[in-house]
């Protein structure tokens, strides 16, 4: 029993906040709004999933938020000047991916510390997002081969529901069936011992920053898509959920390591909480005074580890 509860006593505990919102709030239990919660989640999730990534490395990626936006402003400049989608989306991409490489050669070839080369990364994609837009989000309507992206169904699926079924089961084979997925694993567990027996542990650092950018130029295409606009800060929000996300995972499924699926769980737990406190009619800013309990007492949880991870500063 005590084993079950220190492996997913924070997923009970997140299936107990569900019930007790299905008793309290007004049509939380509605077919319409478990749905936007679930879609709602995808965005949180996707982003999260690239933190999960680096973190896995031992390295940190304060930049998700800020490349985010960047990668959405170059998606909508695009497809708001009339070019086609697959451009639009192939560029967002490639400017997530390329702040990730960018930050993964200055921590390991520059050598750099994570923090400061990622918050650094940050400051640069936020000033070149209001460069291109000049403040100004770009609206419109814009192409259904673009919108549907986020918009569209498959077989009665939502499309956002299946890009973060498939960016979380790509990035758990990922982990857990390759030889990339172990190395990487070993490299944050164990830096020096995984370079002395022959891993290439800065490829590594690089490999989880990269993907980490990739995943944050994922989350900006379907967030464009889903709002049709794109503005220079719009995936600001997510920030403080992204790193909530993946500590309160790290409560559970593997206690003290970040996973793939303790970060799903956590990430809908924190919108099931969200969309619950909002039926119930709580300010805006009890929000936040939970999501700060919660990013404290999850890093407390997992103490032990912490101390070795990235986050000690």
Not at 46 to 60: K, N, P, Q, S, Y
Request: aromatic share 6%; glycine share 10%; with cysteine.
């Amino acid at each position: 029993m005590r084993a079950v509860f220190e492996t997913w006593g924070t997923a009970l505990a997140g299936l107990a906040v569900v019930l007790f919102f299905v008793v309290a709030a007004p049509n939380f239990a509605s077919p319409t709004n478990l749905l936007n919660i679930v879609k709602e989640t995808s965005f949180l999730a996707i982003l999260a999933l690239g933190f999960t990534l680096a973190l896995i490395t031992a390295e940190l990626d304060l930049s998700i938020a800020d490349v985010a936006s960047l990668a959405a402003v170059v998606t909508g400049f695009l497809i708001h000047g009339g070019h086609p989608p697959a451009l639009a989306v192939a560029a967002g991409l490639g400017v997530g991916l390329l702040c990730g490489l960018v930050n993964g050669v200055s921590v390991t070839r520059l050598r750099v510390p994570a923090l400061i080369a990622t918050l650094g990364m940050a400051a640069m994609a936020r000033g070149l997002g209001f460069m291109l837009t000049e403040g100004v989000s770009f609206v419109g309507r814009w192409p259904t081969g673009f919108t549907g992206l986020a918009r569209a169904s498959v077989w009665g699926i939502p499309a956002l529901v299946l890009w973060m079924a498939g960016a979380a089961a790509i990035a758990l084979v990922l982990v857990k069936a390759t030889r990339t997925g172990a190395r990487m694993t070993a490299t944050g567990e164990a830096e020096e011992a995984a370079r002395l027996s022959g891993i290439a542990t800065a490829r590594m650092k690089r490999i989880g920053l990269a993907l980490s950018g990739l995943a944050a130029g994922l989350t900006a295409v379907l967030l464009t898509a889903s709002l049709s606009s794109a503005a220079p800060n719009m995936a600001g929000d997510y920030f403080l959920y992204a790193i909530a996300a993946v500590l309160l995972g790290m409560t559970m499924v593997e206690p003290g390591r970040a996973n793939i699926p303790g970060t799903l769980i956590a990430a809908l737990t924190l919108k099931v909480l969200g969309n619950g406190l909002v039926l119930m009619g709580a300010a805006y800013y009890v929000q936040d005074i939970v999501l700060g309990f919660i990013i404290i007492a999850s890093v407390a949880v997992s103490a032990s580890v912490m101390r070795k991870a990235p986050l000690r500063l």
